[in-house]
């Protein structure tokens, strides 16, 4: 869900899923800005039974949250940023984390809402995170996508025909 052409988010009761948010903790204004998105998100889907983890960085995103996934939870969210700097260090870390969400969502069968961004330079991060000013919520989106999928999969668990978001 990015800029130009992303789909109108409907908000619904969420209140009956359990939630579980894991955020690196590099580049702390961008960070603050995803997180606090990702907490309206939360509050405006009436989701109560919520847990934040914080990790080192972004590379360290998948094994917690396939920690997390593991433990139950109906969704889980990845929050990071990685800046590209002068060496290859960013597309090792960014296919990485990238390769292991999507192992989690995977392997476990729960959504996984991916909020890491993965940015060119620090202006982008800052466009993106939620903050006065910023252009996009990349946090309030994760979780967005994360609770809509969600719901996809409890409407097919049940049986439904036709589950949308």
Not at 10 to 23: I, K, Q, S, W, Y
Not at 97 to 117: M, Q, W
Not at 122 to 139: C, H, I, P
Not at 147 to 153: E, G, K, Q, S
């Amino acid at each position: 869900m990015s800029g130009a052409g992303a789909p109108q988010a409907d908000t619904f009761d969420a209140g009956d899923l359990r939630v579980a948010v894991v955020a690196s903790s590099w580049h702390t204004v961008v960070m603050d800005g995803l997180l606090a998105g990702a907490e309206r998100a939360l509050d405006e889907h009436r989701v109560t039974e919520r847990t934040v983890v914080r990790v080192p960085g972004a590379f360290e995103l998948p094994v917690v949250a396939g920690a997390l996934a593991a433990q139950g939870y109906d969704a889980v969210v990845a929050l990071g940023v990685v800046v590209r700097g002068g060496t290859p260090h960013f597309d090792y870390v960014c296919s990485a984390a990238t390769e292991g969400l999507t192992r989690v969502a995977l392997d476990h069968g729960v959504p996984v809402g991916f909020g890491l961004l993965t940015c060119d330079d620090e202006q982008q991060a800052l466009d993106r995170a939620g903050l006065e000013g910023s252009s996009e919520d990349k946090g309030h989106e994760a979780v967005a996508a994360a609770l809509a999928t969600a719901r996809v999969l409890r409407g097919l668990a049940a049986g439904a025909a036709a589950a949308t978001p």
